[in-house]
């Protein structure tokens, strides 16, 4: 079975940071991409960040240089470093775990940026 486990979510002043965790099990970890995505309020799910298994990223726009994904394999453990947090980085954020037709999706974990 299949599960990822988001943590580090919670509530933090513009300007802050956050480190949200994916904890993974039941998949050769270092064989998938690796994804973070958020959904606000209202909004369709987009991506924040992606870590391919060979290690190359991507990231969307508008958390580039805000940003930092990374993984550790030993550990099957995917990172987001969010600094610089802004009011509309607000929304549950999802760990994704994405290899040919194969998708996996954790719960999400919250983060709220407000003062």
């Known amino acids: 079975q299949v599960t990822l486990v988001e943590s580090g979510g919670g509530l933090v002043q513009p300007g802050g940071s956050l480190r949200l965790s994916c904890a993974a099990s039941g998949i050769i970890f270092s064989t998938y991409n690796m994804g973070w995505y958020r959904q606000a309020p209202g909004k369709q799910r987009e991506l924040v960040a992606v870590?391919?298994?060979?290690?190359?990223?991507n990231y969307a726009d508008s958390v580039k240089g805000r940003f930092t994904i990374y993984r550790d394999n030993a550990k099957n453990m995917v990172y987001l470093e969010m600094n610089s947090l802004k009011p509309e980085d607000t929304a549950v954020y999802y760990c994704?775990?994405?290899?040919?037709?194969?998708?996996?999706w954790g719960r999400g974990t919250l983060v709220t940026v407000s003062s």
């Open positions: 870590i391919t298994s060979g290690g190359s990223t």
């Open positions: 994704n775990a994405e290899k040919y037709y194969m998708n996996y």
